[in-house]
């Protein structure tokens, strides 16, 4: 196997990327943070459409939690944060939940100077910045570091045949290496309880399974009374699927066989290793947020309609269901995980995804990132539908 390798943190935790964040606290300054990124194109600027208005503090809490997240996370060497000033989560707000994160952050305002200066100002911190974390170096990585995130979307009849069953090989594969895994998409286990919680550690997790798949399934019931059972996309019916409930037993297989030691919040990092499972929602980019808040390093996605979204600092490793929607997608999709049923062994699909992934850890870009595929959006409403 492979030595992995990764940015050792001062706060003992592990990067596969290091990135210097351009990150807004609000959507009024998008525009501020768009013109930074085409100033410094070695940074990743993200934008995103919350921050300002009132919430009630379960959606103020999970505000500052992904924001802060994304300041936490591994994959990020470095920090600049732009603010307008009188939104909610402002970045004098903010402060106390980033004051520890150990990497150096600079932060601007910009009712405090104008958009120009902000712009100015901001794009020269993120060239200095650059300039100091680009001389870090690689050093090995224990696997025992590593958060891997298993996300699904766009998916079809196969996706619970075969994307999803080898990404469920790889989850076993990395716990029994000392790796943890999470994921999550709460809808999208709705008639499976019974399944997850006799995998449970412990009664504790899994009555805490069995409250949150609940909770789901009564909100579909509530928002959408008799059809709650169709609670799946239009490209989900076209891609053969029937129900919920079918395609929660295929949704589940990404996480693996092995035992599920701890049920986290949305955006929550976890505190145990092993298999972890996050209490979040069904769509893919508020799902895939919640999980690099999380911070996993490196997220493996399967798709059997197809989809070309990644996500901003994580490498998206994308999983095609079957071969069709990988030669359409040849640009944007990694693995074929159709081979499945044209003769190749669950065992050779994963020695190469498990190959692949070693790459990609080890600096290697996958089609998403070569591809500038990035999206940023999450719920601040929760529990979401």
Avoid at 73 to 93: D, F, M, Q, S, W
Wanted: aromatic share 6%; hydrophobic share 40%; proline share 5%.
């Amino acid at each position: 196997m492979k030595e992995i390798t990764g940015y050792a943190r001062p706060d003992g935790k592990f990067g596969i990327r290091n990135q210097v964040l351009v990150l807004p606290t609000v959507a009024c300054v998008n525009g501020v943070i768009d013109h930074i990124s085409r100033a410094v194109p070695e940074a990743t600027c993200i934008t995103h459409a919350h921050g300002c208005g009132r919430g009630s503090p379960r959606d103020t809490q999970i505000l500052f939690r992904i924001l802060a997240g994304m300041v936490h996370h591994p994959n990020v060497g470095a920090v600049v944060l732009i603010g307008l000033g009188c939104e909610r989560a402002n970045t004098k707000a903010l402060l106390p939940f980033i004051e520890k994160a150990q990497k150096p952050i600079e932060i601007f305002n910009v009712q405090e100077c104008g958009s120009k200066q902000t712009i100015k100002k901001g794009a020269a911190a993120a060239r200095e910045l650059w300039a100091q974390i680009s001389k870090q170096t690689r050093v090995p990585l224990p696997w025992d570091k590593l958060l891997v995130a298993m996300e699904c979307g766009g998916s079809d009849a196969m996706s619970g045949v075969t994307a999803n069953v080898a990404l469920g090989a790889v989850s076993d594969w990395l716990v029994e290496k000392g790796a943890s895994v999470i994921f999550g998409e709460n809808t999208e286990m709705i008639g499976t309880a019974h399944v997850l919680a006799r995998r449970a550690k412990n009664e504790e997790v899994a009555q805490k399974i069995i409250t949150m798949i609940a909770q789901a399934e009564q909100r579909t019931k509530d928002i959408m009374g008799p059809l709650a059972s169709w609670v799946i996309s239009p490209g989900n019916m076209d891609g053969g699927m029937s129900t919920i409930a079918e395609k929660s037993m295929g949704c589940i297989f990404k996480g693996g066989s092995t035992t599920i030691n701890q049920v986290v919040d949305y955006g929550e990092w976890p505190t145990e290793k092993g298999l972890i499972i996050q209490d979040g929602p069904g769509y893919d980019g508020d799902s895939m947020a919640g999980l690099a808040a999380s911070g996993a390093q490196l997220m493996f996605f399967s798709t059997g309609r197809g989809t070309p979204a990644g996500f901003p600092a994580v490498p998206v490793i994308k999983v095609a269901s079957n071969s069709q929607v990988y030669q359409r997608m040849i640009d944007d999709i990694d693995i074929n995980a159709g081979c499945l049923i044209e003769g190749k062994t669950l065992s050779e699909l994963r020695s190469e995804m498990i190959d692949y992934m070693i790459k990609v850890i080890n600096g290697e870009k996958t089609k998403a990132e070569t591809n500038g595929m990035e999206i940023f959006t999450f719920m601040t409403v929760h529990p979401p539908f």
